[in-house]
Structure formats: C-alpha cells, structure tokens
C-alpha cells in the first residue's frame, strides 16, 4: 500500500522548471521530517532536499540554489520546486518521510513514494 504519493515529473528542456508534490496522511505527515530522494540509473539513491516538521531544509550542494523545498501542513503535502534544470537532474524521484539529519548526514525514514520521473533534455 502506497502511503505516499508523489505528482508533477516529466519531459523538461535544459533551464526548464518543474514543480514535485506528495501527498500523505496527517498520521505520517504530522511531526516528521519530509525529503526528497532521487535514483539515477546506474547510481545510489541519494539526498536531495530535506525539512523538517518546523521547516528548517538541507539541500545537496548541487541543488543549493536551484531547488526549494517546502510543506504545506494543512494538506500534509511536501513539495519540491526545481529551477534551472539540467541534464544531469535527470532521475526517479522519491519522496521520504521519517528521516533525520545532523550537521554532517542525512538518514531516510521508513516511508517511501512509488516516486516519479523527472527528466531533463539538453
């Protein structure tokens, strides 16, 4: 059973822009930290975006600047908004709940989306 549901990948141009949303249950929503995942084919799942429930984010460094991610509490969505993409964001994006990080790691909560294709033409 899918308890988090991730909307809004696709085909975008280089320098394009695209618009991640998940969906979940208040009882997986509420007090957790919320994060974006993404796989590329061939690599290790890794970090893109993390917030926690009172909405300090962490971004991998070859984000910082292009992707924002933020939480809507009412509706116990988590979105992330990805600006001036490039070839190599291509990849299936996760959505995660439940995770943590400190000042050096991140680590990934025990739900997980079905996630979403975003890819990236040059």
């Known amino acids: 059973q899918v308890q988090l549901v991730e909307t809004g990948g696709g085909l975008v141009q280089s320098g394009g822009s695209l618009r991640l949303s998940c969906a979940t249950s208040?009882?997986?929503?509420?007090?957790?930290?919320m994060g974006w995942y993404r796989q590329a084919p061939g690599k290790q799942r890794e970090l893109v975006a993390h917030?926690?429930?009172?909405?300090?984010?962490k971004y991998a460094d070859s984000v910082k600047g292009r992707f924002t991610i933020s939480r809507d509490n009412a509706n116990n969505t988590v979105y992330l908004q990805m600006n001036s993409l490039k070839p190599e964001d291509t990849a299936v994006y996760y959505c995660?709940?439940?995770?943590?990080?400190?000042?050096?790691?991140?680590?990934?909560?025990?739900?997980w989306g079905q996630g979403t294709q975003v890819t990236v033409s040059s």
């Open positions: 917030i926690t429930s009172g909405g300090n984010t």
């Open positions: 995660n709940a439940g995770g943590s990080c400190s000042t050096y790691s991140c680590y990934y909560g025990g739900y």
């Open positions: 208040r009882s997986i929503f509420s007090g957790n930290a």
